[in-house]
């Protein structure tokens, strides 16, 4: 006796999907148009094209791996819109970092049940904004940050989470700087990066999103290459997005309207990205 058969059903199949992970679809864009504009992060004052975003994706893809970050492993970013947290979205991407995305409204109950959770390795995190301090918040979840070496975390209440990456310029124990990781990334880790890239696939997870929660704790849900890519790439046909196009981004990138409408749409046409603000200002 037979098992049931397999049901499938197919939609429309134009335009055809782009069949590539994330990190061939960034460097593809990269080369075609390399010196058409990508980011423009208002608030910090930064405007690259794509060759100036690429040789930064790059490095920090090779800081990465030099933290011994492996393809399949969290990476979380708990961090309003700012130029890294686009770097780590496509640095991680390329070595096959399942990328994190964590809602900088989280209150300390609500990043220590994420980042257990999905079991993070590493945490991409900014100062402070507003009147949440996410240092202090991180401290007191692991107090043990204060007598660890970077990278060397063993904390009780996160047991999974090894490496903290702060942004901006201030030492703080037992935390990488962000600025910083670029000087680990040697040439011998970037070829290694370019060969850890060509071996991962469209199908492999790359993201986690969590639900709002309003109804129970927040559900992880996990994305691929070929899904978010494709998402982005859509809606950016949908709007009619080309290379010669900016697209503002006010809204929050740990979303999947920012990470993924936002960044991704703009990246699979070749448009430029523009973040106003930090977080949603009307004027900016």
Same mark, same amino acid.
């Not at 100036?52 to 492993?73: C, H, I, Q, S």
């Given at each position: 006796?037979?098992?049931?058969?397999?049901?499938?059903?197919?939609?429309?199949?134009?335009?055809?999907?782009?069949?590539?992970?994330?990190?061939?679809?960034?460097?593809?864009? @990269? #080369?075609?148009?390399?010196?058409?504009? =990508?980011?423009?992060? /208002?608030?910090?004052?930064?405007?690259? *094209?794509? &060759? $100036?975003?690429?040789?930064?994706?790059?490095?920090?893809? @090779? #800081?990465?791996?030099?933290?011994?970050? =492996?393809?399949?492993? /969290?990476?979380?970013?708990?961090?309003? *819109?700012? &130029? $890294?947290?686009?770097?780590?979205?496509?640095?991680?991407?390329?070595?096959?970092?399942?990328?994190?995305?964590?809602?900088?409204?989280?209150?300390?109950?609500?990043?220590?049940?994420?980042?257990?959770?999905?079991?993070?390795?590493?945490?991409?995190?900014?100062?402070?904004?507003?009147?949440?301090?996410?240092?202090?918040?991180?401290?007191?979840?692991?107090?043990?940050?204060?007598?660890?070496?970077?990278?060397?975390?063993?904390?009780?209440?996160?047991?999974?989470?090894?490496?903290?990456?702060?942004?901006?310029?201030?030492?703080?124990?037992?935390?990488?700087?962000?600025?910083?990781?670029?000087?680990?990334?040697?040439?011998?880790?970037?070829?290694?990066?370019?060969?850890?890239?060509?071996?991962?696939?469209?199908?492999?997870?790359?993201?986690?999103?969590?639900?709002?929660?309003?109804?129970?704790?927040?559900?992880?849900?996990?994305?691929?290459?070929?899904?978010?890519?494709?998402?982005?790439?859509?809606?950016?046909?949908?709007?009619?997005?080309?290379?010669?196009?900016?697209?503002?981004?006010?809204?929050?990138?740990?979303?999947?309207?920012?990470?993924?409408?936002?960044?991704?749409?703009?990246?699979?046409?070749?448009?430029?990205?523009?973040?106003?603000?930090?977080?949603?200002?009307?004027?900016?």
């Amino acid at each position: 006796m037979t098992g049931p058969a397999l049901s499938v059903a197919e939609g429309a199949a134009e335009p055809p999907l782009l069949d590539e992970t994330i990190g061939q679809a960034f460097d593809r864009v @990269a #080369a075609r148009w390399p010196d058409r504009p =990508a980011l423009v992060s /208002r608030h910090q004052n930064i405007r690259w *094209n794509y &060759a $100036e975003l690429k040789a930064r994706v790059d490095t920090y893809a @090779a #800081a990465f791996m030099a933290l011994g970050l =492996a393809p399949g492993e /969290r990476i979380g970013i708990w961090a309003h *819109n700012c &130029a $890294e947290w686009m770097i780590t979205q496509y640095a991680s991407a390329k070595l096959g970092l399942i990328l994190v995305n964590l809602n900088p409204a989280y209150r300390r109950a609500e990043v220590e049940y994420a980042l257990n959770k999905v079991g993070c390795r590493a945490l991409v995190v900014m100062p402070q904004h507003a009147s949440s301090d996410y240092i202090e918040m991180l401290q007191t979840l692991a107090p043990e940050l204060a007598e660890c070496a970077p990278g060397r975390l063993i904390s009780r209440r996160l047991p999974e989470l090894r490496t903290v990456i702060r942004l901006g310029d201030t030492p703080t124990p037992g935390m990488f700087n962000f600025d910083a990781l670029a000087e680990q990334a040697t040439e011998s880790l970037r070829a290694r990066v370019d060969s850890r890239a060509a071996e991962l696939n469209p199908r492999d997870p790359i993201n986690i999103q969590f639900t709002s929660g309003t109804t129970g704790r927040p559900k992880g849900a996990t994305l691929t290459h070929h899904n978010i890519l494709n998402n982005g790439y859509l809606v950016g046909a949908g709007i009619g997005a080309t290379e010669a196009d900016r697209i503002a981004v006010p809204v929050p990138l740990y979303h999947c309207f920012g990470m993924v409408m936002g960044n991704l749409a703009a990246l699979t046409h070749g448009a430029a990205v523009v973040y106003p603000a930090a977080s949603f200002e009307p004027a900016a």
